[in-house]
């Protein structure tokens, strides 16, 4: 059930890497509590930056990203336990077994002992890992690294859930696994928001999205929105129409004053 209630909120959010590097350039948007909201653009488009800043994992330049009502670079450690990222590059501790991380995982959220054991083994055998779990997570293969990343992102039922393109590289067999339950936890009230080059999943899963452009965001709405909008038969042709450039043409606009005259000279 979505409610009225804005549980992301940004504004004016930029992000200026060095000098020069505008990969996020003033963008807005909301999300309410318990949508499946999708984030989607080209390469070098800014979502992982933007997703970074919700998340408190890179500081923003300037503007305002509010998790709960809480400006997420003030209160750091109130929305740390609100919300669960897996974020594109899978880190994880190469030392350790997918059971010690998650221990450990649960510790660091203060979770009971009773309850990190009870959403471990959930956990594992929803992402299919039971029986690997007490693998050092260096013997992983690619698919099982991003698999133990979300099941590690959902341990202390966070509220907001950030997916940074969570299923790259997965077999279609775990594909379909993780948006059955994608869908579930979104239905049980979890709000997710989470960026995808696969045209297929945002249309399966979200109920809004917001396509980035050169650090911007040039078209919003719910995919059946956006095709009558751009009059296309699909979202892939939302995004060729609106998103299709070179990226070498997008990363040099990135450097350019004015990234967007291109654009508003169509
Ligand atoms: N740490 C960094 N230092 C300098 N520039 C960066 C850094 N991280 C990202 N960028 C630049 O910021 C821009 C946005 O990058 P970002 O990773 O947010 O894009 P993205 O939309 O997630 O792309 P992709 O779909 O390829 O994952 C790009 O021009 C990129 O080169
Ligand atoms: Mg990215």
Redesign the pocket.
Same mark, same amino acid.
């Given at each position: 059930m979505v409610s009225n209630n804005k549980i992301i909120e940004v504004k004016n959010l930029v992000?200026i890497?060095?000098k020069k590097?505008k990969?996020?350039n003033g963008i807005t948007f909301s999300v309410k509590e318990g949508e499946f909201f999708g984030f989607l653009?080209?390469?070098?488009?800014?979502?992982?930056?933007?997703?970074?800043m919700l998340a408190n994992l890179?500081k923003k330049t300037s503007g305002s990203a509010k998790i709960a009502g809480l400006e997420v670079s003030e209160k750091a450690n109130e929305v740390y336990h609100k919300i669960g990222f897996a974020m594109?590059e899978v880190g994880l501790d190469e030392t350790a077994t997918a059971r010690e991380m998650m221990q450990l995982h649960g510790r660091l959220y203060h979770m009971p002992k009773q309850e990190i054991d009870s959403q471990i083994k959930k956990l594992l055998k929803l992402v299919e890992l039971e029986r690997v779990a007490d693998r050092y997570t260096s013997t992983y293969s690619g698919g099982m690294r991003r698999r133990f990343d979300l099941a590690l992102s959902l341990l202390h039922r966070p509220k907001v859930l950030f997916l940074? &393109?969570p299923t790259t590289g997965l077999d279609p067999h775990a594909k379909r696994l993780i948006w059955g339950h994608l869908r579930q936890l979104n239905k049980e009230g979890m709000t997710i928001l989470l960026?995808t080059?696969a045209m297929d999943e945002a249309e399966a899963l979200c109920e809004r999205i917001a396509i980035?452009d050169r650090?911007k965001i040039v078209a919003e709405g719910s995919p059946k929105q956006l095709e009558r909008k751009f009059k296309v038969k699909n979202l892939e042709e939302v995004f060729l129409k609106i998103a299709g450039h070179s990226f070498q043409e997008? &990363?040099l606009n990135?450097r350019a004053t004015d990234p967007y005259a291109r654009l508003r000279g169509r």
């Open positions: 992000k890497y060095g590097i990969a996020v653009g080209p390469n070098g488009a800014g979502k992982t930056t933007t997703i970074n890179v594109q940074d &393109e960026t080059h980035i650090g997008a &990363e990135l």
